[in-house]
């Protein structure tokens, strides 16, 4: 008797937010090391790739699977990046601005603490935040807001709050290709936050309505 090879299988695909992608840990790869520009070498670093594999295996598995989605054309023995695809790989090869968010819940388990992480990448064109998720993939927003990077961030730490259940700690680092970063450290409050710029140090409240002006005054300059 043959076996059915869809046996136990979900055949619908799993909703996103408008606006998301999904990609998978090999696509980022290939995406990632499409150039050799200080940008792209700054996004292998933020998004933990610096000391990933990037052999032929890896560029050849990234590129079929961008092929097979409809992300990216053949031509030749070469392939073009389509869609979020190409989105993607120009803020890779043109950031001047990252953002790393990081979040602890707070809940002490047999298991640790639980966490989440975002990272944001400005090309003065398009605003391309990424997350991990599991067995190694990615979900990528991309939206145009250049000009309100503040309230871009707020967005975003809010929906981790939220994901959390508005407990924990946030952690925010932004740089440039020049420049020292700068680090804030967020705590939820009933009314919004407390921010300080050591773990220790002195926190300041700021309400959820002007945490994006608050944000937007902290990011440092880009060169553009």
């Known amino acids: 008797?043959?076996?059915?090879?869809?046996?136990?299988?979900?055949?619908?695909?799993?909703?996103?937010?408008e606006n998301v992608y999904g990609f998978g840990w090999a696509e980022m790869r290939y995406l990632l090391?499409?150039?050799?520009?200080?940008?792209?070498?700054?996004?292998?670093t933020s998004l933990g790739f610096n000391a990933a594999p990037d052999d032929e295996v890896v560029a050849a598995a990234g590129v079929a699977s961008l092929?097979?989605?409809?992300?990216?054309?053949?031509?030749?023995?070469?392939?073009?990046?389509?869609?979020?695809?190409?989105?993607?790989?120009?803020?890779?090869?043109?950031?001047?601005?990252w953002s790393g968010i990081s979040s602890r819940d707070g809940e002490h388990s047999e298991h640790g603490q639980h966490g989440d992480l975002m990272v944001v990448i400005e090309d003065g064109g398009i605003i391309a935040m990424l997350q991990p998720r599991s067995l190694g993939t990615w979900f990528v927003g991309l939206n145009d807001e250049v000009d309100h990077p503040g309230p871009v961030l707020a967005r975003a730490i809010e929906a981790m709050r939220q994901m959390q259940g508005g407990t924990g700690r946030f952690a925010l680092e932004t740089r440039t290709l020049d420049g020292e970063p700068t680090t804030r450290f967020l705590w939820p409050t009933d009314g919004g936050w407390s921010v300080a710029d050591l773990p220790e140090a002195e926190r300041r409240p700021v309400s959820g309505a002007e945490l994006g002006a608050f944000l937007t005054r902290l990011l440092p300059p880009v060169r553009g």
């Open 1 to 17: 008797m043959a076996t059915d090879p869809l046996a136990g299988s979900d055949l619908a695909r799993v909703p996103l937010p």
């Open 33 to 44: 090391g499409r150039h050799a520009t200080p940008s792209s070498q700054m996004a292998l």
């Open 67 to 97: 092929l097979a989605r409809g992300l990216a054309a053949a031509r030749g023995d070469q392939a073009t990046s389509r869609g979020e695809a190409a989105v993607l790989e120009t803020v890779f090869a043109r950031g001047l601005r």
